[in-house]
């Protein structure tokens, strides 16, 4: 996903994005998807986020462009898809080159591009874009608040973002287990309460933030995708291999079982950027 210099692309590259490990997730999100619940949460966000035909939209962390592909489809936006994994990206625009998934819907061809880049180093417009959109990006970057003034910079007058993103409970309400810290380091997470979160896209200068606490939301859907996992588990072996299947599993059943007890949370951001 778009990260700042803690994490490069060769290193999203090498670990959590292989080749291998994004065949293996699309297995469970579906085709074009990397968040949790694939287009299932992703059409309930878009609903809220109420798109309008013709608005430019910044989607940060783009990943296989599926609510890129979305967004572009069925509410007729413009989309510019951005990640700091080029493996991500290539399969993004493989995607869209052929046609496939979401890619298929009238017009997405026309409306939807891809950059492989640096949030913090890129050269988009200020004020260029109405809606910034990201799905589960954010917790790979540790300035939280210097990304979130660059996306402000980024919005036009009256913009608005939309987040969703893993958070976790404060650790001086909670001691965090060494499992979930080592899980944190390994993956490159930075995450942090939901309060703080909605602190910071305060400080970035947006205004009327709403934080929702999605983590029953999300325990469910996790739920969900395990009990499909294991139904698929000669289908999944057979296309990404044992190993694949057993790491992903694991992955759930830990993610399950964390987010049933509020170690890890999970949270959708709304807000706005002022009028002119």
Not at 100 to 112: H, N, Y
Not at 174 to 196: M, T, V
Not at 244 to 263: H, I, M, Y
């Amino acid at each position: 996903m778009v990260v700042d210099n803690k994490v490069t692309t060769e290193r999203l590259d090498s670990t959590q994005y292989t080749m291998d490990g994004l065949k293996a997730y699309e297995l469970i999100f579906g085709e074009g998807f990397l968040s949790s619940g694939g287009v299932h949460t992703t059409r309930e966000f878009l609903k809220i986020l109420d798109l309008k035909e013709g608005e430019r939209v910044l989607d940060v962390g783009s990943g296989l462009g599926g609510s890129a592909f979305m967004m572009a489809g069925e509410y007729k936006a413009k989309v510019v898809g951005i990640d700091l994994s080029s493996n991500m990206i290539a399969l993004a625009q493989e995607k869209l080159a052929a046609g496939k998934g979401f890619a298929k819907l009238p017009g997405v061809q026309e409306r939807v591009s891809f950059k492989c880049e640096d949030i913090f180093k890129s050269e988009l417009e200020d004020g260029s874009f109405d809606v910034v959109y990201s799905r589960d990006a954010v917790l790979h970057i540790e300035d939280k608040l210097t990304l979130f003034k660059k996306l402000f910079a980024l919005l036009k007058p009256g913009g608005r973002v939309m987040i969703s993103d893993y958070c976790f409970v404060d650790p001086k309400e909670r001691a965090h287990s060494e499992e979930f810290k080592q899980y944190l380091a390994s993956r490159d997470y930075f995450l942090c309460p939901l309060a703080e979160y909605k602190g910071l896209l305060e400080q970035a200068g947006f205004e009327n933030v709403e934080a929702q606490d999605r983590t029953q939301m999300w325990h469910e859907t996790l739920k969900r995708e395990l009990g499909e996992l294991d139904a698929m588990q000669e289908e999944f072996v057979n296309v990404c291999g044992q190993e694949q299947f057993d790491k992903n599993r694991k992955n759930w059943v830990t993610k399950v079982a964390r987010s049933a007890e509020g170690e890890q949370t999970w949270g959708l951001f709304v807000a706005y950027k002022p009028s002119a």
